[in-house]
């Protein structure tokens, strides 16, 4: 199994501030997706990159996804209350699974 | 959009009973799902890959005569917890590939707490 390394593991910024959260790995992913998920729930996607070189926005959310694949990085600008949150990048192997990064727990402070 | 429905969202067991989760695809069939396990404030961790028809795949580590999973339709998989323990206590998710585009649909998730 593929392993993504996640960082940071917790962020705490105040409201209106900028943040990014990357993944990482020395493998390829056929794809690579990042979720959020709030306290006793399951985990929702937010988007889905799989062009090397990729960049997807979301309202104030940047996806990247590196040119080899091997990469992503989220990042929000002028983060709110409501995106704290538990954010979780996962890389879809070759084969149909799904590995997750450690996540990050964001909480944004109003 | 796909949606797949976890159920009981919370379950309170005795020590030594078993548990059943059911993971149903409402609005689309899954021929595969997938089953994780989460400690709080902790990724996902996949316990095994449900393939609809035939035995399921472990995980390195992961017991499969403690974890029973069947995944009898297209549209449910089924995790039964065996002799459950207080270390069994956890998050367990459940979850189906709806293309790639859509990626992996969750459920909402199961909190056992083992007593």
């Known amino acids: 199994t593929q392993l993504l390394e996640q960082s940071p593991q917790f962020l705490s910024i105040q409201e209106g501030e900028n943040l990014t959260v990357y993944c990482n790995s020395s493998s390829v992913f056929s794809s690579l997706q990042w979720y959020r998920q709030e306290p006793g729930e399951g985990p929702v996607l937010l988007v889905t990159?799989?062009?090397?070189?990729e960049v997807k926005k979301l309202k104030r959310l940047t996806f990247q996804f590196g040119d080899a694949r091997k990469d992503s990085s989220l990042h929000i600008t002028a983060a709110q209350p409501g995106d704290t949150g538990l954010y979780l990048c996962a890389g879809l192997e070759y084969g149909n699974k799904l590995v997750f990064g450690a996540g990050t727990i964001l909480r944004v402070k109003s | 959009g796909a949606v797949v429905s976890q159920h009981p969202s919370w379950v309170i067991c005795k020590s030594g009973t078993s548990v059943k989760i059911e993971c149903r695809s409402l609005?689309?069939?899954?021929?595969?799902m997938f089953w994780y396990r989460q400690f709080p404030k902790q990724s996902l961790m996949l316990m095994a890959t449900?393939?609809?028809?035939?035995?399921?795949?472990?995980e390195q580590g992961v017991e499969k005569d403690k974890f029973l999973i069947n995944h009898a339709s297209l549209t449910l998989s089924t995790l039964t917890v065996t002799s459950a323990h207080p270390e069994d206590s956890s998050f367990y998710i459940c979850?189906?590939?709806?293309?790639?585009?859509?990626?992996?649909?969750f459920g909402s998730g199961t909190r056992l707490t083992v007593v």
């Open positions: 990159v799989v062009t090397g070189g």
């Open positions: 979850s189906a590939r709806v293309g790639i585009a859509y990626g992996y649909t």
């Open positions: 609005d689309f069939q899954a021929t595969t």
């Open positions: 449900s393939n609809e028809g035939s035995k399921a795949t472990y």
